[in-house]
C-alpha cells in the first residue's frame, strides 16, 4: 500500500471522515428512479393556470413510465433521465361556470431532448370547452415546462448532493467560502441559531410543522408506529419495527432510519434521512401529539436537514405525510360510518 504523499494520487486515502472514494475516481452510481416519481408529483399535481378564458389545475399524475439515475466518474456527474408522462388537468369556463376535464401528455423527456423541444400534447374530454384546451396548450404549457425545469434542477443539485467528495485541497477553501456564505446568503433563509456545520461541508437548518388532524393522540401516534398504516397512508411496503433502536424504511427506501425514542400517544423521536441526501447523514425528528378536546396537534422538529434540502423535507412532511394521513383517517370514518 503507497504511503501519504507517495503513489498515484488517484488511489491514496486521505485523512478524512468519509476517507471513500477519494478524489472521486471510483465510479458511483445512485438510482433516482423512485425519488424521481415523487419530485415529479411534487413538482406538477397543483400546477395552476388562469386566464381570461378560465381557471385550469393539473389534478393528477396519472400514469408515470421511465428511470433516471446519476453517476460520479471521475469528479464529473452524469445525468440519465427518460420519462413518459400524462397528467390529468381539469378547469373551469370563466364566462359561463362549465366545468371540464383533459389529460396533459408528455412521451419522451429525456437528456437527449432540451425541455423548451420536449413534446407537450394537451387533449380535452368530447363537449365543448375548447377555451380551456386552448389556455392549456398555451400558458399551460409554460408552465408544465417550468415545472420540469424544477424537477431537473433538483435532480442535478439536490439529488446528487454528497455524490462528488470534497479533496483535502478543497476542504479549507469550502469551509472559507460557507462562512462567507453564512454572512450572508444563509442568513435570508435561516437564522443564525438553526444553522450548524455537519463534518466538514454540510450546513443545515431545523424545520418546526404543526399539523392539526380530527384524530385522538393514540391512534395518530399508532399510524405511525404499526407497519400496516404505515403502509396505507405511504401506499408502499415498509420496514417499521417501532422499538428503540428499530429500523426504519418507507417510501421504497426514499426514507430510512431508527426509532430512538417512544411514549404511547405522546411523542415520537426518530433518527431520520432521505436517501439523496449524504451518505450517512442524518436528521432528528421529534413528533409531540398534544390533544385538542376531540382533535390533536401534531408538533414537528426536523433537526439537521441539509440546506439545500430545506423545501423538498417540508413537502415530503406536508405531502407524503400529513396530507395522506388525513386522507386515511377520512377514509376510516367513512368506513365505520
Not at 153 to 158: D, F
Not at 202 to 212: A, C, D, G, N, Q
Request: with cysteine.
Amino acid at each position: 500500500m503507497a504511503k501519504w504523499g507517495q503513489g498515484d494520487p488517484r488511489w491514496i486515502v486521505e485523512e478524512r471522515a468519509d476517507a471513500t472514494n477519494v478524489n472521486n475516481w471510483h465510479w458511483t452510481e445512485r438510482d433516482a428512479t423512485s425519488w424521481s416519481r415523487s419530485k415529479l408529483k411534487e413538482v406538477l399535481v397543483g400546477l395552476v393556470v388562469e386566464g381570461e378564458a378560465g381557471r385550469c389545475e393539473i389534478s393528477d399524475l396519472k400514469h408515470v413510465e421511465g428511470e433516471a439515475s446519476c453517476s460520479n466518474r471521475k469528479g464529473k456527474l452524469i445525468i440519465f433521465y427518460e420519462w413518459n408522462l400524462r397528467l390529468s388537468w381539469k378547469g373551469t369556463v370563466k364566462e359561463s361556470g362549465e366545468k371540464h376535464k383533459g389529460s396533459v401528455e408528455i412521451p419522451n423527456l429525456s437528456e437527449e431532448n432540451e425541455v423548451d423541444d420536449t413534446e407537450i400534447n394537451v387533449s380535452k374530454k368530447k363537449g365543448e370547452g375548447d377555451v380551456l384546451k386552448e389556455l392549456m396548450g398555451t400558458e399551460g404549457t409554460k408552465k408544465v415546462r417550468e415545472a420540469l425545469r424544477d424537477y431537473l434542477r433538483a435532480l442535478k443539485t439536490e439529488f446528487t448532493l454528497g455524490m462528488i467528495l470534497p479533496t483535502k485541497a478543497a476542504v479549507g477553501q469550502e469551509l472559507a467560502t460557507e462562512q462567507k456564505l453564512s454572512g450572508n446568503t444563509l442568513q435570508h433563509s435561516v437564522s443564525p441559531q438553526s444553522l450548524d456545520l455537519v463534518g466538514v461541508k454540510i450546513p443545515t437548518v431545523k424545520i418546526l410543522m404543526r399539523e392539526i388532524f380530527n384524530s385522538p393522540a393514540d391512534e395518530l401516534y399508532r399510524i405511525f408506529t404499526t407497519k400496516e398504516l404505515v403502509q396505507k397512508f405511504s401506499k408502499c411496503p415498509a420496514v417499521i419495527e417501532a422499538e428503540k433502536g428499530g429500523k426504519l424504511q418507507m417510501f421504497d427506501g426514499c426514507v430510512s432510519g431508527e426509532y430512538a425514542e417512544l411514549v404511547p400517544s405522546q411523542r415520537i423521536v426518530l433518527k431520520w434521512r432521505c436517501r439523496s441526501w449524504p451518505d450517512e447523514h442524518y436528521a432528528t425528528v421529534a413528533l409531540t401529539f398534544k390533544d385538542l378536546a376531540a382533535q390533536t396537534e401534531v408538533q414537528l422538529e426536523c433537526k439537521g436537514v441539509p440546506v439545500p434540502n430545506e423545501d423538498s423535507t417540508r413537502q415530503c412532511w406536508k405531502k407524503q405525510y400529513f396530507e395522506e394521513i388525513h386522507i386515511l383517517l377520512q377514509q376510516s370514518k367513512a368506513s365505520m360510518e
